[in-house]
DNA sequence: TAATTATATAATGATTTGCTTATATGAACA
DNA sequence: TGTTCATATAAGCAAATCATTATATAATTA
């Protein structure tokens, strides 16, 4: 039987997560593409710390996952989270941002870094 | 032209509002039925001034409407909103709230009040 | 093995949030 | 017209949030 609707509990808490316009962004973003701190650092122009920050609570929902290749540390998204698609069905609805990685791959520091 | 998508500060922005379990089960609720204070401050047992503040952060945005109809203030989900079809493609996500009205049915206070 | 690079965590502080109590407003009714 | 009822607003406070700086960890490279 499959799962239709959230408790509301674990609702509020991922759309509290999505409420932040760095995290939202994060997330567009991770849904087409794995991505690394250095990067997110430069697309948001904070520092390293504050996205470490934003990274932890997606990771502790277990919205997005984490794996280290060699010196870098991957995000990506959680498709097999259970609620990924409530997630998904958000992110449908929000402008595509791979300008911002298109950006990095400008300047270099997409390569560089990653 | 329909508008597909939403800015990100315009979602990020309503996603904040509704990572707070009162105010989206509120929504929820607001999407089927109109509502008035007192119910709400039965429904979520809290004081009445917290009701009226998670209600005006959601006409704030424009998410609800106001109605008096004579000593009471109806709410009502602002279906015309600009972004409504992004707020009802979560709520149909969560589960369906109506057993709150019902326990005010059975208490008789939602008859009382309004 | 020492220095560098990428990231995480800790500590701190300013701001925001969400509640509470107290008070104001505005309609209804006796 | 004064009292009551429904709601809004104001003020104050504790907790949560988000950034910053400082430091720790872990892999890489010289």
Known sequence: ?????????????????????????????????????CE?????KTSQPSISQHIRKLRDLGLIKEERRGQWIFYSMNKSHEHYPFVQEILKHLPNQDDKLRELEEQGTRITCC
């Open 40 to 44: 997110f650092v430069e697309i948001f």
């Open 1 to 37: 039987m499959s799962k239709a609707t959230i408790e509301m509990d674990k609702a509020s808490a991922i759309l509290k997560l999505l409420g932040d316009k760095t995290r939202l962004t994060m997330m567009k973003l991770l849904d087409k593409h794995d991505c690394c701190v």
